[in-house]
């Protein structure tokens, strides 16, 4: 019994129970983006991009396996909760599960399932430790789920799809970029050559604020020129997202000079929070003022589970003052 507690809390971690309601809001943000998707399409715009998502911790986290024998050897696959032929396994089925939704939505989806599948691999096989591009692929990941679900209805507003995924994209560059900073350490002695190793925290808060910094600039622009229903409430949830990250950053950068692991995740784990404030404000356009009940109780969950779990998944073998060590979106 012992045992299979173990188990299920070893693929709970995996999840990553603090940030698996994201991507699912994203896909539903998109589906719901004109107001009149069928439930089966809606169920299908959740279920896809969350199946996806775990099934990339798990192919990740394999993959990482030696690294993290190495930083973190309390994680479930290198502390032996998790086998590795498991772990395949489990990723199998999410990438199975996520190509189910994606045939029973129709052939519309093949170009933004495809390249969800395909960046999967890429960012997790070989992007992830080669510099600001594994970035790059992680924000194109949510802007294809975004895109994902906004196809589920078979009529998206591509007015406000195209800039609103180029939004989630810059926003989700950003945002990977800073869970970086977290592993600097880890991944220089691993051989991962992500930005903040290569240039250091200073220049990579720079780059991942610029990056925030045009995500934030689009969705101000979608209120003021494109004006979508229910406007107001968009602009408020992207007001509040404004400073939620504004504040993110501001943590970060006072201790940009001697960075330590605590002080990274917790920037990080304030933009956790503010992804979801900013993604509701795209669920707003499509089904209002019903947005913030959503958005209250995915916060009290991912806030709790963040106090609850994060730490200890995040912990590495040294508690000294740091710059980081490997990443995870």
Known sequence: MFRYRQVCVAHLQTWRLYTIWYPGLVGLSGAWLTGDAAPAGLVCAWLGPTAAWIAAHYLGDFLDRELDAHAKPGRPIPSGRIAEQAALASAGLGL??????????????LLPAGAIGAGIFLYSGALKARGLAGNLVRGC??????????????????RLVIPLALAFLSHDTASNLVGTLRDIDG?????????????????????AAASYSVALSIGWAV????????????GSLVAAATVMGALGFWRLYRRRGALDQATALRGHEVLVLERLVLTSAVLAIGIGWWCLPALALLLTLSGLTQQRMRAAYEQTRSARPTQGQHTSP
Do not use: C
Request: proline share 8%.
């Open 223 to 234: 209120e003021l020129l494109a004006r979508p229903r229910h406007h107001l409430l968009f």
């Open 187 to 207: 991944d220089r002695s691993g051989g991962y050559r992500t930005f903040p190793v290569r240039y250091g925290a200073g220049p990579a808060l720079t780059v």
């Open 96 to 109: 199975m599960a996520f190509s189910g939704t994606a045939v029973v939505l129709g052939a519309r989806e």
């Open 141 to 158: 990941l949510t802007a294809a789920a975004f895109v994902f679900g906004a196809l589920a209805p078979g009529h998206p507003d591509w």
